[in-house]
C-alpha cells in the first residue's frame, strides 16, 4: 500500500514543485522591473503635459481638469511603481493612462479639437517629446 502512495504522490509533488518554480521565477523576474532615468523622465514629461494642458480628463462620465488628472494619473503611476510594473513610459500609458481600473472603461480627453482616447493623445504627446530631445 506504502508503494502504491509513493507512486502517485511522487507526481503531484513534482507537479507542485514545478508550479512553485514557475510562480517564483514569474514574481522575480517581474520585480526586476525597473524604470530608467529616461523613462523617469518622460513620465514626468507626459504629466506635466497632463497637468497644463487645457483639455478635459474624461474618466467614468466625468470630466477634470488638467491638475486633477495629473494627481490621480500619479497615484496610479505610484500604487504600479510599487509593484514594479512600470519599466518605461509606455509602461506608464498603458497601465495607468488607459482605462479605469475599477469600471474598465476607457480615458479620454476632450480638447477644442475633439474627442480621443487618453493613450493616443499621450504616446503622440510622448512621440513629440522624443523628437524634441
Same mark, same amino acid.
Given at each position: ?60 462620465? /466625468? ?11 500619479? $497615484? $496610479? ?5 510599487? $509593484?514594479?510594473?512600470?519599466? /518605461? ?11 479605469? /481600473? ?9 480638447? /477644442? ?21
Amino acid at each position: 500500500m506504502w508503494i502504491l502512495k509513493a507512486a502517485v504522490t511522487r507526481p503531484v509533488f513534482r507537479q507542485w514543485l514545478i508550479t512553485a518554480s514557475i510562480g517564483f521565477f514569474a514574481v522575480a523576474g517581474g520585480a526586476q522591473a525597473q524604470t530608467t532615468p529616461q523613462a523617469n523622465q518622460e513620465i514626468k514629461g507626459l504629466l506635466d503635459f497632463v497637468e497644463r494642458s487645457e483639455c478635459k480628463f474624461v474618466r467614468n462620465g /466625468s470630466e477634470y481638469p488638467g491638475p486633477q488628472a495629473r494627481a490621480h494619473l500619479e $497615484k $496610479k503611476l505610484n500604487y504600479l511603481e510599487g $509593484k514594479n510594473l512600470v519599466s /518605461s513610459a509606455e509602461d506608464f500609458i498603458d497601465l495607468a493612462a488607459t482605462k479605469s /481600473s475599477m469600471s474598465g472603461k476607457a480615458y479620454e480627453v476632450r480638447c /477644442s479639437t475633439g474627442v480621443q482616447p487618453t493613450s493616443t493623445w499621450l504616446k503622440t504627446e510622448l512621440q513629440s517629446q522624443r523628437q524634441h530631445h
